[in-house]
């Protein structure tokens, strides 16, 4: 039994492509020359989000489906499943994303040939350039879940291939309630930097404080409640000074009425005694 589907030319549409999985993690081969076309798939990406209900599993009816089944009677047993055994319509699958890989030094080539070998779930692309055979093999693995690409080309020289992976998928974080986003740097943001930098580049959301601006307004608050800040400070200092030069004035003044009262004694005791006051 032939188990090979060979095609001359490359896939045109994702239709025509050549599948290739390991139960979770799959992939469409364009066989593509000199650049490779992959489209990626993961089970776990999906575009739900978690809020649906689901409907309890009607056990009369699902024997009753059964028993359609097995007299027959498919469509009516469809038309009960779809009525009491499934709920809403459900999600898509995302796309993991695409993989490409080109052949630098490839430009016309001959002898093209893409093949599925469904025995062995191996899809291959071979072709020849410039009198030399090239030739990729990629598979899914089940036990490594990984998708292994093998490269053969008969000449002495290195391969000369480069490599590209894009994706559309943004990922989304949530710490302490608060949503953030991972930044190109693998750093996680606020949301509110997250729109500031989003708004024509530059512009950020004026209603929502970010952390240094929520810092200083705090540093504020304490210093007010201490006693305020600089300002405030240099105030206290003059008064201070000013005091202490009242009470410096203070003491002279003193000090000058002492001196008076003593001149007037001494006065008073020379007078007493018949001499002349100077």
């Given at each position: 039994?032939?188990?090979?589907?060979?095609?001359?030319?490359?896939?045109?549409?994702?239709?025509?492509?050549?599948?290739?999985?390991?139960?979770?993690?799959?992939?469409?081969?364009?066989?593509?020359?000199?650049?490779?076309?992959?489209?990626?798939?993961?089970?776990?990406?999906?575009?739900?989000?978690?809020?649906?209900?689901?409907?309890?599993?009607?056990?009369?009816?699902?024997?009753?489906?059964?028993?359609?089944?097995?007299?027959?009677?498919?469509?009516?047993?469809?038309?009960?499943?779809?009525?009491?055994?499934?709920?809403?319509?459900?999600?898509?699958?995302?796309?993991?994303?695409?993989?490409?890989?080109?052949?630098?030094?490839?430009?016309?080539?001959?002898?093209?040939?893409?093949?599925?070998?469904?025995?062995?779930?191996?899809?291959s692309t071979e072709f020849t350039y410039d009198?030399?055979?090239?030739?990729?093999?990629?598979?899914?693995?089940?036990?490594?879940?990984?998708?292994?690409?093998?490269?053969?080309?008969?000449?002495?020289?290195?391969?000369?291939?480069?490599?590209?992976?894009?994706?559309?998928?943004?990922?989304?974080?949530?710490?302490?309630?608060?949503?953030?986003?991972?930044?190109?740097?693998?750093?996680?943001?606020?949301?509110?930097?997250?729109?500031?930098?989003?708004?024509?580049?530059?512009?950020?959301?004026?209603?929502?404080?970010?952390?240094?601006?929520?810092?200083?307004?705090?540093?504020?608050?304490?210093?007010?409640?201490?006693?305020?800040?600089?300002?405030?400070?240099?105030?206290?200092?003059?008064?201070?000074?000013?005091?202490?030069?009242?009470?410096?004035?203070?003491?002279?003044?003193?000090?000058?009425?002492?001196?008076?009262?003593?001149?007037?004694?001494?006065?008073?005791?020379?007078?007493?005694?018949?001499?002349?006051?100077?």
């Amino acid at each position: 039994m032939n188990t090979k589907l060979w095609y001359a030319v490359p896939a045109a549409s994702f239709c025509e492509a050549m599948p290739i999985g390991n139960g979770s993690l799959g992939a469409m081969v364009y066989g593509k020359v000199p650049e490779e076309y992959i489209a990626l798939n993961l089970d776990t990406l999906w575009s739900g989000t978690g809020r649906r209900k689901e409907l309890a599993i009607d056990k009369v009816a699902l024997l009753h489906a059964k028993k359609l089944c097995m007299s027959g009677k498919y469509y009516e047993a469809q038309k009960i499943i779809e009525k009491k055994l499934l709920g809403q319509y459900n999600e898509s699958y995302m796309p993991l994303g695409i993989l490409r890989y080109q052949y630098c030094d490839v430009k016309e080539y001959t002898s093209y040939k893409r093949e599925l070998d469904l025995e062995h779930a191996v899809v291959s692309t071979e072709f020849t350039y410039d009198r030399k055979y090239y030739r990729s093999e990629i598979f899914a693995s089940y036990p490594d879940n990984a998708i292994i690409l093998h490269f053969f080309c008969d000449t002495k020289k290195k391969l000369n291939v480069t490599f590209e992976l894009e994706s559309r998928l943004h990922s989304i974080s949530m710490e302490n309630g608060k949503n953030g986003k991972k930044s190109a740097t693998g750093k996680r943001e606020e949301k509110s930097k997250i729109e500031e930098r989003n708004a024509n580049g530059k512009t950020r959301n004026r209603n929502k404080k970010t952390k240094k601006e929520q810092m200083k307004g705090a540093k504020r608050k304490k210093k007010k409640r201490e006693g305020g800040g600089k300002g405030e400070k240099r105030k206290r200092k003059k008064k201070k000074k000013k005091e202490e030069k009242r009470e410096e004035g203070g003491g002279k003044k003193k000090k000058k009425k002492e001196e008076r009262k003593k001149k007037r004694r001494k006065k008073k005791k020379l007078s007493e005694n018949g001499s002349v006051c100077p």
